[in-house]
């Protein structure tokens, strides 16, 4: 894809690189932002004997996800390139729904973020594959970034998990499903 070139990158990196670089961190840029976002409506809808427990869980998560946002969007400057920042660049870009669920319980909150955290996990880990032919820095900036979003989505998963280790939400494919699949077998 054609893209304008930084008039200057990371030495040892060609501008091109620099470009094609900033393009994978753009598309993760938005996609954190999303999920920020998304957290913080979770934190303030869920409902039910749980709330306290899953609305203060949520806060860490937000808090080190905007962190991530910052070195990423940082990272797209260091490499040359202005980093998109608004809430309208977002919409435009990206492939994936609104968070569809509104005031719910925590266990039909808890499913559905499962599915996004696989989402957003999925993503990551194709733009660090992506990234490393590139660049071992931005390689290793998404890597960190991993250790912390997949712990976080553990976190998550433990509150579907089953004694015997099945998860409520398997097979689910929307959050919808998810949701609805963590209510049943909650109740
Ligand atoms: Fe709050």
Avoid: C
Wanted: aromatic share 4%.
């Amino acid at each position: 894809m054609a893209r304008d070139l930084p008039r200057y990158t990371v030495p040892s990196l060609t501008p091109e690189d620099g470009a094609e670089l900033a393009a994978i961190l753009q598309g993760r840029l938005h996609a954190l932002n999303d999920l920020a976002l998304t957290l913080k409506h979770i934190h303030w809808n869920v409902v039910g004997p749980h709330f306290i427990a899953v609305h203060e869980m949520i806060d860490p998560q937000v808090d080190a996800v905007r962190a991530m946002v910052d070195a990423i969007a940082e990272r797209i400057a260091t490499l040359g390139v202005a980093p998109q920042g608004t809430p309208g660049a977002l919409v435009k870009a990206r492939t994936w729904n609104d968070y569809s669920i509104g005031r719910a319980s925590t266990t039909a909150h808890l499913g559905a973020l499962d599915e996004v955290y696989i989402g957003v996990i999925t993503d990551h880990r194709k733009a660090a594959e992506a990234a490393e032919a590139l660049d071992d820095v931005t390689n290793d900036l998404l890597i960190g970034h991993l250790h912390d979003l997949e712990l976080f989505h553990w976190f998550v998963r433990a509150h579907l998990e089953s004694a015997g280790g099945e998860l409520s939400t398997a097979g689910a494919s929307t959050e919808r499903d998810a949701a609805a699949a963590a209510d049943r077998a909650d109740a």
